[in-house]
């Protein structure tokens, strides 16, 4: 889902940290290369050199971005910005993957965006006004429903992230190791369920959830990840208060930018869709949480962030495809059921002791969901 349009981070499924044979292809798999009756089609090829979208401009109303990657080796997404702020991506794209989102586009300029490619930006024009909706005005206003709901959900969740990420910095300026340790993963929890929001706000999401090799002047490194590396590998706070009162400040940041911020009834299934990309690309491959290896948690808390932004929209799904909708909710049911064994307490088991066997299955799990749910946006989009 959306990153930083200044700061690209390096792909999680790949290099040196990746799990061979583990990264779930189904998550960066379309189903189908049509877009939606009704919507605009444009295709999206990644190169080294560019993105630019084709065509280059298309009618206001619903549009479907097909993106696939045929050899590109430094560009692994494309990010549709309006202004600063990404509305729409699809990231984690190898050589040999595609993948789609879609929106609904009022007349404007937009850009296609593609980190470290030679031209990154690409102009994107959007004309007219949209028709007026062919939705069934019962499926229009649960839609409404859902996504006022998606809204209010966000803003709860940020409000519990707010504390608990204050217990974890005062545990750091503390000195207190074990107490940072112990609510680390906690406090990380609620920032997880709702990733693709805060990956929407530029800058925001690098600054609190940046890997090590995610940026370029590791003395800037800011960050629950700049942390984590201090307890876990340095096994020091020294120097870390201004980490932490920066991650307060950021978090903070965040919750005054998710308070008016508002979702198209796609942006919940595209970010549902993105929060198992997330799984697949960082979590089951050990590499979010490299230190501290409680990816299982982060895990846990994308899945359930993608299922309450389906369950927001299931009542809409269910009379537009009731058999995708149920097909979803039973393959949500066995990604969090294959979790149970690995729980621990009020926590999980370090991501460490589980072997790769155990790894694929858990990848199998999301593939099978990933599949079915890649196709509610186009589904309720428009």
Same mark, same amino acid.
């Given at each position: 889902?959306?990153?930083?349009?200044?700061?690209?981070?390096?792909?999680?499924?790949?290099?040196?940290?990746?799990?061979?044979?583990?990264?779930?292809?189904?998550?960066?798999?379309?189903?189908?290369?049509?877009?939606?009756?009704?919507?605009?089609?444009?295709?999206?090829?990644?190169?080294?050199?560019?993105?630019?979208?084709?065509?280059?401009?298309?009618?206001?109303?619903?549009?479907?971005?097909?993106?696939? #990657?045929?050899?590109?080796?430094?560009?692994?997404?494309?990010?549709?910005?309006s202004g600063d702020t990404i509305i729409g991506e699809k990231e984690n794209l190898t050589p040999g993957l595609s993948g789609s989102f879609s929106l609904t586009l009022k007349s404007g300029t937009y850009q296609m965006y593609c980190p470290s490619a030679k031209t990154e930006k690409t102009a994107f024009t959007v004309t007219g006004s949209a028709a007026a909706p062919s939705q069934d005005p019962a499926v229009t206003a649960l839609l409404k429903q859902a996504t006022t709901g998606y809204q209010a959900y966000v803003v709860a969740e940020v409000d519990k992230l707010l504390p608990a990420t204050?217990?974890?910095?005062?545990?750091?300026?503390?000195?207190?190791?074990?107490?940072?340790?112990?609510?680390?993963?906690?406090?990380?929890?609620?920032?997880?369920?709702?990733?693709?929001?805060?990956?929407?706000?530029?800058?925001?999401?690098?600054?609190?959830?940046?890997?090590?090799?995610?940026?370029?002047?590791?003395?800037?490194?800011?960050?629950?990840?700049?942390?984590?590396?201090?307890?876990?590998?340095?096994?020091?706070?020294?120097?870390?208060?201004?980490?932490?009162?920066?991650?307060?400040?950021?978090?903070?940041?965040?919750?005054?930018?998710?308070?008016?911020?508002t979702y198209q009834p796609a942006q919940l299934a595209n970010g549902a869709t993105g929060l198992l990309d997330e799984v697949a690309a960082s979590k089951v491959t050990g590499e979010e949480d490299r230190y501290?290896?409680?990816?299982?948690?982060?895990?846990?808390? #994308?899945?359930?962030?993608?299922?309450?932004?389906?369950?927001?929209?299931?009542?809409?799904?269910?009379?537009?495809?009731?058999?995708?909708?149920?097909?979803?909710?039973?393959?949500?049911a066995a990604v969090l059921a294959a979790l149970e064994p690995y729980r621990k307490g009020s926590g999980f088991v370090d991501y460490s002791t589980v072997g790769d066997d155990k790894r694929r299955v858990l990848t199998q799990k999301v593939d099978a969901l990933a599949e079915p749910l890649s196709q509610v946006a186009g589904k309720v989009n428009g």
């Amino acid at each position: 889902m959306p990153m930083s349009t200044t700061t690209p981070r390096v792909l999680r499924a790949t290099g040196l940290l990746a799990i061979a044979g583990l990264v779930a292809t189904g998550c960066a798999k379309s189903k189908d290369d049509s877009a939606p009756k009704g919507s605009s089609k444009v295709t999206v090829t990644l190169t080294d050199d560019s993105c630019a979208p084709s065509p280059a401009s298309v009618p206001a109303g619903p549009v479907t971005f097909q993106v696939k #990657n045929v050899s590109a080796s430094k560009v692994t997404e494309a990010e549709l910005l309006s202004g600063d702020t990404i509305i729409g991506e699809k990231e984690n794209l190898t050589p040999g993957l595609s993948g789609s989102f879609s929106l609904t586009l009022k007349s404007g300029t937009y850009q296609m965006y593609c980190p470290s490619a030679k031209t990154e930006k690409t102009a994107f024009t959007v004309t007219g006004s949209a028709a007026a909706p062919s939705q069934d005005p019962a499926v229009t206003a649960l839609l409404k429903q859902a996504t006022t709901g998606y809204q209010a959900y966000v803003v709860a969740e940020v409000d519990k992230l707010l504390p608990a990420t204050k217990t974890f910095t005062d545990a750091v300026r503390a000195g207190d190791v074990e107490k940072a340790k112990a609510s680390f993963a906690q406090a990380r929890y609620h920032y997880e369920e709702i990733e693709p929001v805060a990956e929407s706000f530029g800058d925001l999401d690098p600054d609190l959830d940046a890997r090590e090799d995610d940026v370029t002047d590791p003395s800037k490194w800011t960050g629950f990840h700049r942390l984590e590396k201090a307890l876990w590998k340095d096994r020091s706070l020294a120097g870390m208060k201004p980490v932490a009162d920066k991650l307060d400040a950021d978090v903070a940041r965040l919750r005054t930018l998710v308070a008016t911020t508002t979702y198209q009834p796609a942006q919940l299934a595209n970010g549902a869709t993105g929060l198992l990309d997330e799984v697949a690309a960082s979590k089951v491959t050990g590499e979010e949480d490299r230190y501290s290896h409680t990816d299982l948690s982060d895990f846990e808390a #994308n899945v359930i962030g993608a299922q309450k932004a389906f369950e927001l929209l299931k009542p809409a799904v269910d009379k537009i495809d009731a058999s995708l909708s149920s097909s979803i909710g039973t393959q949500f049911a066995a990604v969090l059921a294959a979790l149970e064994p690995y729980r621990k307490g009020s926590g999980f088991v370090d991501y460490s002791t589980v072997g790769d066997d155990k790894r694929r299955v858990l990848t199998q799990k999301v593939d099978a969901l990933a599949e079915p749910l890649s196709q509610v946006a186009g589904k309720v989009n428009g």
